[in-house]
């Protein structure tokens, strides 16, 4: 389910390139296209410069070019890729590199090795370069036949040209194979059909992977989550012949500095249940587990980059489907830790297991608990479909925003109205899960706001309230539309880097 072979990332000096194809950056200046490297022969490149315009080449994001080599230059095949306007210096902003060389790399799919004369001479350049070339080398043939897309592997080798010495751009290579690994693994997850992939699958997976790492993983069966009072994983689960799970996951360095608990949202398919979903909405629905894949995928790469910072990951994973044991809208559900929880609508069934999942995290007093999840159809009209929508108490909110700001993810402050948590009053239970259309995104994070420290004694979460913060991933996390930049169709894995980059400034 998770791919082993991810491209390799090679730092090289010009000279030391052996690829047989060299990208090169091309800005979008004031007065027309310009040519961003020293990677070719002066005369070739003056030359070239001056045909731009005539070859329709303008530099804006997204445009990728392939032309035959120049006389005096290495390369069979030279690439033009545009970086977009060009900053008051005549450079591109990293973000602009990155999406830059994930683009090139994503078009070149089908040739072997390639090698990117982007501009990369500080760590930070260069590292946004090779996380865009780590990020467009992907896709997903785990269920084609082999031999069946002749042409489409991704890039396998890629050469980063850079003056920085061996010393420098080592780690930096590294981090972005471990980042690029990770953001893949989440896309592999859930491009994965829920044919093969369902809560004891996706557990068996997890657990697989992390075999002789030093993450630590724990798995609740339905047995397990029965004897513990799950009873929101359970019941969401309880329509579906194949079983729910809990799964954490944990990277617990000596020493850790800070405690980060982060929540996932494991459907792995979400018809609705009773409140069965119209078939057009359930097309993309085998996504409904990207937030669980994230946290998985999070706490991998925390591990990997040794982040001193202890991490508890909590995958909340069933299959809502619908049947005769399923739930209805009206049953009633005694989350952990006590709560209960009227079922109005078995379509809001992510807050649900979120829940258990939230009080069980909470539980262990983490000095913060951030949770992802594929929430709301509501997120997609607030924000469109590259924005996640970030809600929670305010410090951790924009501690999110500003990750994701550096990152280069889209991530953007949403607020959580007082009113809208009447609107989830219940007649029968302590919550209803059903509240406010209007702004549901915002009533979905209300809800489960009530979950966060739930378990706890009210004096002491009064005392000492866990800082908070919910991602709403339910558009960003999965691409219907074309590709671009390093972002694949299908799924994009968003959320990963923003996460690893929240962490890892938590070690101070
Ligand atoms: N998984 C969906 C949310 C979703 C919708 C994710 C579209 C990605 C794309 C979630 O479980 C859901 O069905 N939410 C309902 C909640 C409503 C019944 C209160 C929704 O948004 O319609
Ligand atoms: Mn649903
Ligand atoms: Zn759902």
Redesign the pocket.
């Given at each position: 389910m998770i791919s082993q072979e991810r491209p390799t990332l090679i730092a090289r000096s010009l000279a030391e390139v052996t690829a047989p194809a060299v990208v090169v950056g091309v800005g979008a200046g004031p007065d027309g296209p310009l040519l961003l490297t020293d990677a070719l022969p002066d005369e070739a490149a003056v030359a070239l410069e001056s045909s731009l315009e005539l070859l329709g080449v303008k530099g804006r994001p997204d445009e990728v070019h392939r032309l035959p080599g120049l006389s005096g230059s290495r390369w069979p095949l030279l690439v033009l890729v545009g970086l977009g306007d060009l900053d008051q210096d005549g450079g591109a902003d990293d973000e602009a590199l990155r999406q830059a060389s994930g683009a090139a790399v994503r078009s070149l799919a089908g040739t072997q090795s390639v090698a990117l004369a982007l501009p990369a001479d500080t760590p930070s350049r260069l590292a946004a370069v090779a996380e865009g070339a780590a990020l467009g080398a992907y896709a997903f043939t785990a269920f084609t036949s082999a031999g069946d897309t002749p042409g489409r592997a991704p890039v396998s080798t890629v050469e980063l040209v850079t003056p920085l010495p061996a010393s420098a751009s080592e780690p930096v290579l590294r981090r972005a194979a471990v980042i690029g690994d990770a953001v893949c693994a989440v896309r592999d997850l859930v491009n994965t059909p829920p044919s093969h992939l369902y809560p004891a699958s996706f557990a068996d997976a997890v657990v697989a992977d992390l075999e002789g790492t030093d993450v630590d993983v724990r798995v609740w069966d339905e047995t397990q989550l029965a004897a513990e009072g799950f009873g929101g994983i359970l019941g969401i689960g309880q329509g579906s012949s194949r079983p729910p799970r809990l799964v954490r996951v944990e990277h617990a360095p000596a020493g850790a500095r800070a405690h980060v608990a982060l929540v996932g949202?494991g459907?792995t398919f979400?018809t609705?249940g009773i409140?069965l979903?119209p078939p057009a909405?359930m097309m993309?629905?085998k996504?409904?587990m990207a937030g669980a894949a994230t946290v998985f995928a999070v706490v991998r790469a925390a591990a990997a980059l040794e982040i001193p910072v202890r991490v508890t990951g909590w995958l909340a994973m069933a299959e809502?489907m619908p049947s005769d044991t399923a739930l209805r809208p009206s049953d009633v559900l005694t989350m952990h830790g006590g709560k209960t929880v009227e079922v109005m609508?078995t379509?809001?069934?992510?807050r649900v297991v979120m829940a258990d999942a939230l009080v069980a995290a909470t539980d262990e007093r983490p000095d913060a608990v951030l949770d992802v999840a594929?929430?709301?159809?509501?997120?997609?009209v607030a924000l469109g479909v590259r924005h996640t929508g970030v809600m929670g108490d305010e410090a951790l909110r924009d501690e999110v925003v500003a990750a994701a700001g550096a990152a280069g993810e889209l991530a953007w402050p949403m607020p959580i109205p007082e009113q809208l948590r009447p609107s989830l009053d219940s007649r029968v239970a302590d919550i209803s899960?059903?509240?406010e259309?209007f702004g549901?995104m915002m009533?979905?994070a209300a809800f489960l706001r009530e979950f966060v420290d739930a378990g706890r004694p009210v004096a002491e979460r009064t005392e000492s309230p866990t800082p908070w913060a919910h991602l709403d991933i339910?558009?960003p996390?999965?691409n219907e539309s074309a590709a671009y930049g390093y972002t694949p169709r299908d799924a994009t894995g968003t959320m990963v880097r923003t996460l690893v980059g929240l962490i890892a400034g938590r070690a101070g």
């Open positions: 949202k459907i979400d609705g409140s979903k909405s993309t629905m996504s409904d809502n609508n379509d809001a069934e992510g594929t929430l709301t159809g509501a997120q997609l899960n059903m509240g259309r549901g009533t979905a339910a558009g996390s999965f």
